[in-house]
């Protein structure tokens, strides 16, 4: 039975466990948070509702976390409190260092909109091997301008296939000359007008929200378990790719049961280009 761990059970870490649980694609979810007794409420919450909406995935809460001993996939969510606080600086360091020790060659999702400093953190000081490491955020984003592309092609947002790079919010590049509907070219579908009403609200939908970051992070991490050949805008420790190294990024990436399996390096026109390129120089 795969299991797939969520240290911590606030509104992301939540909503993944939600999703996870709806698909019903997983063995066992269990949120790890120092709230021990509110994680296990919640997932007692989730487990209930699977009488309605027909799962039988299996949810736990804990606040042990040596639990993730043995998991398939750990998710780095938002810890659970009035304002569900993303973990990050020292304290997300330091919780990672203390349950890598826990999880082998497990990969790590990292579920929320500021873990991309975080992912970087793990990379340098941890040494973590950078396929383990996948920031989910970045399909958050594509999925909402999927959503937006589908409502001025007028279409289902399931036929838009596109991807996103560099670093949210104001440093994110969208190659449109490599995004279709329905498997034509977007370009030869919408016109300049309607590409330009995108574009301009695409810059408005960062940071999403909790729903659609844990939406992004269940799908992430069953594409994993699952060696799924769809690819998915995710940050990873970027490696030479663009002619740069040691910075977080997003690229579009296959994964497998190891974490990142390949990178996409799409073709950018020069003005794209240097738009990303000025964004994570920066």
Known sequence: MKTVAIVGAGDIGGATAQALAAHDQIGRVLLVDAAGDAAAGKALDIQQSGAVDGFHTSLQGTADESRVTGCSVCVIADRMGSKSEEWRGDDGLAMLGRIARYLGNTPIVFAGVSHVELLGK????????RGRLIGASPEALVSSIRAIVALEARCSPREVALAVLGKPPDGFVVPWSEASIGGYALQRVVSQAQLARIEARAGHLWPPGPNTLGGAAAAVTEAILSASRRS?????????????????????????????????????????????????NA
Do not use: K
Not at 122 to 129: F, I, K, M, P, V
């Open 122 to 129: 793990t990379a340098l000081e941890l040494s973590l091997r």
């Open 232 to 280: 998915f805008s995710v940050f990873t420790w970027l490696d030479g790719e663009f002619g740069v190294r040691h910075v977080v990024g997003a690229l579009p990436a296959q994964l497998s049961a190891d974490g990142i399996a390949d990178l996409w390096v799409p073709e950018l026109g020069p003005r794209e280009q240097v738009r990303l390129q000025t964004a994570l």
